[in-house]
T-cell receptor, first 113, second 117 residues
Framework: KQEVTQIPAALSVPEGENLVLNCSFTDSAIYNLQWFRQDPGKGLTSLLLIQSSQREQTSGRLNASLDKSSGRSTLYIAASQPGDSATYLCAVSRDGSARQLTFGSGTQLTVLP | DAGVIQSPRHEVTEMGQEVTLRCKPISGHDYLFWYRQTMMRGLELLIYFNNNVPIDDSGMPEDRFSAKMPNASFSTLKIQPSEPRDSAVYFC???????????????FGPGTRLTVL
């Protein structure tokens, strides 16, 4: 059974700092990996999706990397802003046609002004 | 597109009552997923459909839960009878297998916050 772990559970940084969020998964037979953002009381917003054959994806100040063989992904946020404060979730989809997601428990990020 | 639409956004009911949650997926998407989020267990997949057919309902907690998808634009998740431990946020998500550029990226609705007293 796939297990997804995110470390740290919570992170507080001053504005402007670059930061890295970590995600690890136990079964490397994945189809893709998604990073989501969740604001309090809100739904999930997809940030980046990395295919199993890819090494990284970039969107603005966000860069996500994937090392499938070691079961790890990182989300790099450059020049953090208070508006980046949210919970960040990573999720992996199983190989094959199923594609349902297994989620980590998330990292709660607070960027202090 | 309006994205995935869920209703109601909030539901408060008493134990033993029937609860029906509704979802409208993004037009053209052929996969629909129901998830539940709690503090204790995080986000869990309950059931998913492909082309309106239930494919995997192994995440449905018990027989009190049922889900249907009568057509490509509508799905329901029903709890009967409801219990306090069913209190959670229920999310619906959809994705498309036909859009190569999105590689089955899942798009989530805003969720329904259910409170069972």
């Amino acid at each position: 059974k796939q297990e997804v772990t995110q470390i740290p559970a919570a992170l507080s940084v001053p504005e402007g700092e670059n930061l890295v969020l970590n995600c690890s998964f136990t079964d490397s037979a994945i189809y893709n990996l998604q990073w989501f953002r969740q604001d309090p009381g809100k739904g999930l917003t997809s940030l980046l999706l990395i295919q199993s054959s890819q090494r990284e994806q970039t969107s603005g100040r966000l860069n996500a990397s994937l090392d499938k063989s070691s079961g790890r992904s990182t989300l790099y946020i450059a020049a953090s802003q208070p508006g980046d404060s949210a919970t960040y979730l990573c999720a992996v989809s199983r190989d094959g046609s199923a594609r349902q997601l297994t989620f980590g428990s998330g990292t709660q990020l607070t960027v202090l002004p | 597109d309006a994205g995935v639409i869920q209703s109601p956004r909030h539901e408060v009911t008493e134990m033993g009552q029937e609860v029906t949650l509704r979802c409208k997926p993004i037009s053209g998407h052929d996969y629909l997923f129901w998830y539940r989020q709690t503090m204790m267990r995080g986000l869990e997949l309950l059931i998913y459909f492909n082309n309106n057919v239930p494919i995997d309902d192994s995440g449905m907690p018990e027989d009190r839960f049922s889900a249907k998808m009568p057509n490509a634009s509508f799905s329901t998740l029903k709890i009967q009878p409801s219990e306090p431990r069913d209190s959670a946020v229920y999310f619906c998500a959809s994705s498309s297998s036909g859009l190569v550029s999105s590689y089955n990226e899942q798009f989530f609705g805003p969720g329904t916050r259910l409170t069972v007293l």
